[in-house]
DNA sequence: GTCGGATTGGCACCAGGTATCAGTATGAAC
DNA sequence: GTTCATACTGATACCTGGTGCCAATCCGAC
């Protein structure tokens, strides 16, 4: 019976949590043919929580208020937000948006946060885009934050459609720039602060 | 000691539990005031699982590939794919999709189907978009399929430059259409500085 | 040999339940 | 009044997935 050192078995229940947190300290027993008192005690050392707390810190990361608001579906966190005048959103590129190869961010993600900011940054019920003429000017690439600012230029209230432009930067380099249509549902502009996002 | 009725009780109980998926049967013992025995009938008859099934059935919807990566590789599947001419791809307006408030997919997800196909379409190492102008010419709803299709007007091998024109139906109804002009890298040493995709 | 860290076993205990049975309260039907 | 159904409460046994603690064992280094 050959065993594993200890640092090398800590190093692959970490992993083995990372990749699967739904895991008991039962399983991992098979997983790893150590002891549950093993485990227990590895997991101690490496701060793990329990089964039941990682499933809880799950549910609260996802049910985070921020997150879970009308906000909780925009690509990137708000930083600042007027409504019917500007806002503000950070983005920062992680592996998942970029081209494996080169590094550089899928443009629909930097589509995606400009888009979300537009849409958020509408004092309205509804609101959906409906057009859109816009700018790759630079890649942005992994780990850079992606600084989006969006501008109401027309919130057009009465007509029903509002013009939002919006400048990305990385640091002072500007990376994007569109100009959006947004269809508003005419109405309740500043009736609750009801924009959907 | 008025009681309430089980009806209203019950619905109270729905609405605590929907606000504060956290909460566990002792704690709803003393909000609504009633024996812990009857909560745990209550939930029950309303068939609300108990605390820890909840949090996981939520821990398991933020770790769901499918949510946590939204907007991964190429959205959508491609059905077929001629290279330099023409792409189709198919992709389904599911819940993560949509605005929760109206069933309307949010328009970076469209764009983000029409964008990866215009890039796969290009037969080159590195395609970025380079800029876009796009109209949403319909809402697409929940549960509705996305079919695009790329056609490319320029191939540009020489430029560096393609135009790819991109149409998303559902049924015979045109939900989106957009021009995209690509960099590709044959041609174009100079990446930097160029767009992205 | 002996020492010490690593590992294991065992037991008590905990939260937050399920499942089940028995007892009480209350109001309507006869 | 009695009877009956429904609602509610109490009590107990049991379950999972742990924590906390203590003692025993293994195993290599000295």
Redo the contacts with the bound molecule.
Sequence with gaps: ?E????KQ?HQQLARLIEENPF??????TRLL????????????ELAI??????LKLMAERSYDPVRSLPLHEVIGDILDLQLDKSGISMFEIRDEHVFSRSGIARGHHVFAQANSLAVAVINDEIALTASADIRFIRPARLGEKCIAKAYVRSSGVQKGKAKVEVFTYVGDEMVFQGNFVIYRSAGAADVEGAGEA
């Design positions: 019976m065993r594993m050192p200890k078995r895991l008991t300290d039962r399983e991992l043919k150590v002891s549950i008192q093993t485990i227990r005690l590895d997991r101690l929580p329990e089964l039941r707390e990682r």
